[in-house]
């Protein structure tokens, strides 16, 4: 058991943080090599992508990502008028808050009106037929059918992580929304 706990340590993360000057807060955690993956898959739809007013190609992205090491300074900063947009790796004994292999996709909204409430716990066995329900016909088919195989690919990145986390986080003034997997 201690030997999965040293290697779910070795698990980097990229943090995402979007802070607007209003409080409004985004926070998303993926393993860093879901996002490695995901840059290759979007590698096929567009050649660049648009931050800050610059265009950023996927392969200098992708390069940084190899190159970041686990720091408490993000590794990418942008100011887009009233919103701060921060980037950076983390080691996932900050994230990953016990041990075990993840069973469940959480979805949890907590809104001011009390009666709109959330708490939804989608078993991952569930989560991993989700490509088979995707149709591969007509002119989509060939971008439904690497849909599918980034969708495999992405639960296997989860199902890595020995341990629950929250993948999205965000907080309004009016609501909370809350994704993790445990």
Known sequence: MNLFILLNLAIPFLTLEVTE????????NVPKTLVEESIKFAECYDEAWEMDA???SRDSLLKVLEE????????MEITEGEKVIRFWIRDSKDIVKN????KRLIINVQSDNEGDNVNLRIPLTFVKI?????PEIGEDAEDAKEAK???RKAIKQI???????????VDDKDEKVKISVE
């Open 21 to 28: 000057k209003d409080g409004e807060k985004v926070r998303i």
């Open 54 to 56: 610059e265009k950023i």
């Open 68 to 75: 970041a090491g686990i720091d408490d300074e993000p590794i």
């Open 99 to 102: 041990t075990g292999t993840p």
């Open 130 to 134: 989700l490509p088979f329900l995707i």
């Open 149 to 151: 195989i980034f969708i």
């Open 159 to 169: 199902q890595k992580v020995e341990g629950s986390f929250t993948l999205v986080e």
